[in-house]
C-alpha cells in the first residue's frame, strides 16, 4: 500500500501524471532480420556463459569457503577451470546456455517497451538483472552467510555486465525515429 502511494505520488510531483486520450501511441519497435537477430544471440549466449564462469573463478571459487562449501579444489588458473568443468561437470555448459536464452527471451519485451537511447536500455536492463542477486542478502537456509555474500558479489558483478551487454545486442541502433520529447516526457 505504500509503495503505490509513494509512485501515485511522485508521479503527481514530478508532474508526470497524462491523459490516456492525449498521449500520442509510440511508433513500433524497429524489427531486426533473421541474420542479425541470430549473431547477436550467439553472442548472448556466448557472452553469458563466459561471464558465468569468469566471475564464478575469478570471484566466487576463490574464496576457500565456497570451495570447501561445494568439496572443490582450487585450480591453477582459469583455463584449468574450465576444462575440469568441461571434464567433470559437462552439463554446465549446456545448462547455461539454456539460461542465456531464457534470459534473452525475458528481456527483449523489456526493451522492446523501453523507448529510449540504446545506451540507457542496457543500463536498465543491467539494473533489472542485478534487483534479482539481493535476495542473497537474507538468511538462506541452503547455504552459510559467508558463502551466500561471495556468490552476491559474484553474480552481481556479472548480472551487471550481462545485463548491459544483452540490453545493447537486444536494441535496434538508434531509438525509433518518430518518437518526439513530448511523447517520452
Known sequence: MATALFALLAVLLLGKWRA????PALPAFPRMSAASAAWRLVLIVAGFVFLYMLFGYYVAWQSPAVRQYYGGTAYPGFYASLEANWTYHRWLYPLQVFRALL???????????LHVARWERALAMALFLSVWTTALL???????PGVAHV????????SLVFGALAGWLLSPRQPPAAVSATAVS
Open 151 to 158: 556468490h552476491l558479489r559474484e553474480t552481481l558483478g556479472s
Open 20 to 23: 490516456v486520450s492525449g498521449a
Open 103 to 113: 534470459y534473452a527471451a525475458c528481456l527483449y519485451p523489456l526493451i522492446c517497451m
Open 138 to 144: 537474507l538468511p538462506n537456509p541452503l547455504m552459510p
